[in-house]
């Protein structure tokens, strides 16, 4: 629940992502502790909070899980946060987080 930050226990056929990593990166920067885990389906139905991150979803937030709501069926402000943060820095725009990025600048 609030005082719980699970990510799913990384399973071996799982390949390491650079977004979960960048996830995990986030989190630290906003101090929200974060438990890497096993969870079970059913705690996905009770949660507060649910997002998915990875290459193509980057970060998603979740508000349903098999036609339930996930907590008040809108974004939740964790979600909120770390989605902003990440989209702002994988822009460059949080000077933490700016080894992320490389500029490219006009040629002349």
């Keep these: 629940h609030r005082d719980l930050h699970s990510f799913p226990t990384r399973r071996s056929s799982d390949l390491e992502g650079i977004t979960r990593a960048g996830i995990f990166e986030?989190?630290?920067?906003?101090d929200i502790p974060v438990k890497e885990r096993q969870i079970d389906r059913t705690e996905l139905y009770i949660a507060d909070e649910v997002f998915l991150c990875g290459t193509g979803a980057q970060v998603s937030?979740?508000?349903s899980v098999d036609h339930r709501p996930v907590g008040d069926g809108h974004v939740g402000p964790i979600s909120k946060q770390v989605s902003k943060t990440y989209f702002?820095?994988?822009?460059?725009?949080?000077?933490?987080?700016?080894h992320w990025v490389t500029p490219i600048y006009k040629s002349e």
Excluded: C, N
């Design 26 to 30: 986030i989190a630290k920067h906003l």
């Design 61 to 63: 937030p979740v508000s």
């Design 88 to 98: 702002d820095a994988v822009r460059g725009r949080v000077p933490e987080f700016r």
